[in-house]
């Protein structure tokens, strides 16, 4: 690409890609940019816009505990230990928990947030005491899509405890990845394990230990992803090492923008149901599917 063809694609991006608005996103009235995207260190799109929907889903009330899972690094603990006086356990496979320890720490936060590394298919540390609610923002996904460990996550939970998600997703369920989203960094895309909103409400109520009460594509769910090229961009210079990095990802985009499926975001909220419903949450390790 000449520098005149990145100027043209930068400024093409620049007045196509849409802004998500305060207007519809209360957040981003109170914060900053660079405060709702950690400063460009969220690891997925949303950043505390997913997280500020998360929280009033959930209804969050002070002294309730809460089980953030796959926290990257710890955005979302700080944010619901701050804004709602919960006690958070941010849990996370690759970020230790020394860097989420700091950063609570220096959010004058560290006696409302308990950080714990590891891999969720294998269970937390026996002994956990049951959490008031379970949070999960662009991490669902990665956990596979076994049973054993929707069945396992309800056991974490005291009777009537919600588990919340929000995470990047189809708009429509696909039988393979189409073919327009092959092409990618094969890395930062994990459309393998991507489903549609309907999907993910399917597999939860399946699970016959939660009743779902909200899985649906999210508000602007495809604009997310515009407004995170646009900011990362921006922060960027929209350089050419950028325009590189990303054009995998800006051609899913613009293919969305015209045809299906899109990329867009969904957000699914269920309650567990009383102790006893579906099987017993004996988490079944070899089944876990990647
Ligand atoms: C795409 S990142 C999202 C991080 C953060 N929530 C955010 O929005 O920036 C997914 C996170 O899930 C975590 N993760 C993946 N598999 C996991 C597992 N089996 N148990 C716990 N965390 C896991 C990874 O360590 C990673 O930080």
Redesign the pocket.
């Known amino acids: 690409m000449t520098t005149d063809e990145r100027v043209v694609d930068a400024a093409g991006i620049r007045s196509t890609f849409r802004r998500l608005t305060p207007e519809r996103h209360p957040i981003l009235a109170r914060c900053t940019r660079d405060v709702v995207y950690d400063e460009g260190r969220?690891?997925?799109p949303?950043g505390l816009v997913l997280v500020d929907a998360v929280g009033r889903y959930l209804n969050l009330r002070p002294g309730q505990s809460v089980l953030d899972?796959?926290?990257?690094?710890g955005?979302?603990s700080t944010f619901l230990a701050a804004r709602y006086d919960v006690a958070v356990t941010s849990?996370?496979?690759?970020?230790p928990a020394d860097e989420r320890r700091s950063a609570a720490s220096a959010a004058g936060l560290a006696h409302r947030i308990t950080p714990w590394q590891?891999?969720?298919?294998r269970g937390l540390p026996p002994g956990t005491p049951p959490f008031d609610a379970i949070v999960c923002?662009?991490?669902f996904h990665?956990?596979g899509t076994s049973m054993a460990l929707v069945r396992y996550l309800a056991t974490l939970l005291k009777p009537g405890g919600a588990l919340c998600f929000a995470q990047g997703c189809f708009s429509d369920e696909c039988a393979a990845i189409p073919e327009p989203f092959c092409d990618s960094d094969g890395w930062q895309a994990d459309y393998a394990r991507y489903h549609s909103a309907p999907w993910w409400r399917a597999h939860v109520e399946a699970s016959g230990v939660f009743a779902v009460e909200a899985g649906a594509e999210f508000e602007d769910g495809d604009v997310m992803w515009e407004d995170d090229v646009l900011y990362r961009g921006d922060r960027a210079g929209w350089s050419a090492d950028y325009l590189s990095r990303a054009g995998w990802l800006i051609q899913h985009i613009r293919y969305g923008q015209t045809h299906r499926p899109r990329l867009t975001h969904l957000l699914l909220k269920a309650i567990r149901r009383a102790p006893g419903a579906g099987t017993s949450g004996a988490l079944d390790i070899p089944g876990v599917q990647p």
């Open positions: 969220c690891m997925a949303g899972l796959g926290c990257g690094r955005q979302s849990v996370d496979l690759w970020i590891g891999d969720i298919r923002v662009q991490a990665t956990f």
